[in-house]
């Protein structure tokens, strides 16, 4: 594996050499329809809403692009969870002419290199093709390229399984809320890390009951000095 040297993540230690680059990545959220909810059957849908709203906030707070699109949004796809917007109002929506894969639209391409950026993280409704071919596409352009699995959502199981294997395949990273949180958080000497907490009791509900002990323990301790 070639590690890319120009990362401006890369700590004196090599720490980062493989992680996430905040300032190389842009967030692609495909498709996330009200119409396409309801065929998701290998996640809850309100965990997966839960961790698409974890990512735009994320997005909003570490100053990440966001650029959603929509297949069909006036038909029975329906309409983009509205979440997005509200959490990551700086997301750029890119319109379809009709194309299953956003890749084949020139407009969508032509946002994303316009960023600069060449890591894609993407997530979206349906896994196995919502996110599977563009993923595969931009990978094929040479860009580095995430599936967030659970902000994503397939029709079956075997589905989901399937199109795990397919990303292996291609070169695309399969990862997780959770670990996106994580990777692009790195430290918690940093301004914002009390509102990062706060998005892990988004990725990992339990997570809120880890701060929730912890500000007892320190409320406690404050009282009896």
Not at 138 to 167: I, N
Not at 189 to 204: F, K, N, V
Request: some cysteine; charged content about 20%; glycine content about 6%.
């Amino acid at each position: 594996m070639t590690l890319s040297a120009s990362k401006s993540s890369i700590l004196p230690s090599g720490g980062g050499a493989t992680l996430l680059d905040p300032s190389d990545t842009v967030i692609l959220l495909l498709d996330h329809q009200s119409g396409l909810f309801q065929t998701v059957k290998d996640i809850a849908v309100a965990d997966l809403r839960r961790n698409v709203a974890m990512i735009a906030k994320l997005a909003t707070l570490l100053d990440i692009p966001v650029i959603t699109t929509a297949s069909e949004p006036a038909g029975s796809n329906g309409p983009l969870m509205p979440e997005i917007q509200e959490y990551a109002p700086h997301a750029v929506y890119v319109p379809r002419r009709g194309e299953v894969n956003a890749w084949d639209n020139d407009d969508f391409v032509r946002v994303v290199k316009a960023t600069g950026r060449k890591t894609l993280v993407m997530a979206g409704v349906w896994t196995s093709v919502c996110v599977m071919f563009p993923a595969l596409d931009a990978r094929a352009a040479g860009y580095e390229v995430y599936a967030v699995m659970d902000a994503s959502g397939d029709p079956s199981e075997m589905a989901s399984r399937v199109s795990l294997a397919r990303f292996v395949q291609g070169g695309v990273k399969p990862t997780s809320t959770n670990s996106l949180l994580s990777e692009l958080h790195r430290t918690w000497a940093r301004p914002e890390a009390g509102d990062l907490a706060q998005l892990y009791a988004m990725a990992a509900p339990n997570y809120a009951a880890v701060i929730e002990s912890y500000q007892r323990a320190q409320d406690a301790a404050r009282n009896a000095g």
